[in-house]
């Protein structure tokens, strides 16, 4: 008996080894950044480009002194996104008009390589060189506008300018980074019911911005003072949904808090 089972329990583990190598030959999953990268090649628009547009709200509610981590990985994201499509990126501060705006980054993003794999290695340098030039030139760009108010439906304007500068064969993304708190035009000021802010945001006046993706991420939260209450949340988002609306965006996408991928 003790043999018998000796000879089985070396047959199994003669199977396993067999089983190791062929999986160890075989091709190999790739995982990590490159794989990331991969897929997002993959659902890249395959007749245009991004024209992506990241605006940063620093108005009162909403100002620091330095850029924070949570907005810079947003730029970050989107950064990457445009680079492994190719496209251009503007990423801007804002506040009181549309002339209260100051550019920190506004490049064509294009990736060297002869072969997909090449060309995605080279995405987190680019990446980083764009996060450092943002960052650093976030500081001085706050100093120059002023936080007495918040025209938001002004980055809608200029998004639509934007994207017509650079032509038909680009797409815009608009991502706008905000707690939602218009001051000037029409807007919401008190607690009310998602449809009826909805319905007011539907009356505003907006270009039309037709296959644009726009996102404004950060609603209810408000860098100083305190936080406004849910229902004054909701009410935002459901303002802000009815201005993406009106513009006719292909996807509107209006959050508290942003979710990579959007």
Known sequence: MKTTTLSVHARIVAVLVALVLLVGCGPKPEIGQLADDKQILKACPKDSKYATKVD??????????????????????????????????????????????????????????????????????????????VTAAYPPAVKKVSPAQSDITAQFRLAAEYRNQLGSTYRLRLVILTDGFQTVGRRVTTPVEIADARAVGMTVNVPRLPDASVTVAGIGKVAAGSAPSSGMTNALIGFWDGVCRRSQATQCTIVTDYIAGR
């Open 56 to 133: 940063l709200d620093v108005s009162g509610s909403g100002r620091t002194s330095e850029l924070d981590n949570e907005r810079l990985n947003v730029i970050k994201e989107q950064a990457r996104t445009t680079a492994i499509c190719g496209g251009h990126l503007l990423v801007t501060t804002f506040s009181a008009t549309s002339a209260a705006t100051v550019a920190l980054y506004d490049e064509e993003l294009k990736l060297d390589g002869a072969t997909d794999n090449a060309r995605l290695r080279r995405v987190s340098k680019l990446v980083d060189d764009i996060s450092n030039k």
